[in-house]
């Protein structure tokens, strides 16, 4: 118990640091935007959704068999994620909004970064599990195809392996025909037959 709390422990803060690292640098950026409202919470709303979609990923290829183990699953799961995506400041977010008087900003903000949400959320499992099913697929055909290669190279005939030794006839110095040794050296053998073809040359003579 005391292992696994560790583990949420360090995820969480490694994810809280993050949030807190993003959230200015996603406030300019956003402000800089043409028609951006100054008081909209854009950087909860942005972190929120992508640790939506990104809990979905790795759920979704946990869910596929992909080899994530349960501390993996602690530490990126319920403590990276878990501390990167915040509810309470999403609450205070649309809590901001309706004080200001924004009401029908707020309600869109609620409502639709909920649904947003759930959508990424869903996205992210879905495609994990795509891309998982993918490579196995891909992974498979490349085994069933290895496989019949080597099944075919198996079973084909085979050429002798040495198929240039097969003994043939040459000249001998008294003008009759041997068997001729294996041929190792093509050029050795070429000096020997016209060594040989002298020879008998000199001896008809």
Excluded at 23 to 45: E, I, K, M
Excluded at 132 to 152: G, K, T, Y
Excluded at 169 to 191: H, S
């Amino acid at each position: 118990m005391a292992r696994k709390l560790v583990l949420v422990l360090a995820g969480g803060f490694c994810g809280a640091a993050i949030r807190y690292l993003l959230s200015q640098p996603l406030l300019r950026l956003v402000s800089a935007l043409t028609g951006a409202h100054t008081g909209f919470p854009y950087d909860v709303l942005l972190i929120n959704l992508s640790g939506a979609f990104a809990i979905g990923l790795l759920y979704g290829a946990f869910e596929q068999g992909a080899p994530i183990s349960p501390d993996a699953r602690l530490i990126l799961g319920t403590g990276f994620l878990g501390a990167y995506t915040t509810f309470s400041s999403f609450m205070v977010g649309g809590g901001e909004l309706l004080r200001s008087g924004h009401i029908l900003l707020a309600a869109l903000y609620l409502i639709g970064a909920s649904l947003a949400g759930v959508a990424l959320s869903f996205g992210g499992f879905t495609l994990a599990g795509r891309v998982i099913l993918w490579r196995e697929a891909r992974w498979s055909r490349a085994s069933e195809a290895l496989a019949a290669s080597e099944q075919a190279s198996a079973t084909a005939p085979h050429l002798p392996l040495r198929w240039m030794d097969t003994p043939s006839q040459e000249l001998r110095a008294d003008g009759g025909w041997q068997d001729a040794a294996p041929i190792t050296d093509t050029a050795r053998r070429g000096e020997e037959r016209e060594q040989r073809l002298a020879d008998a040359e000199g001896s008809a003579r």
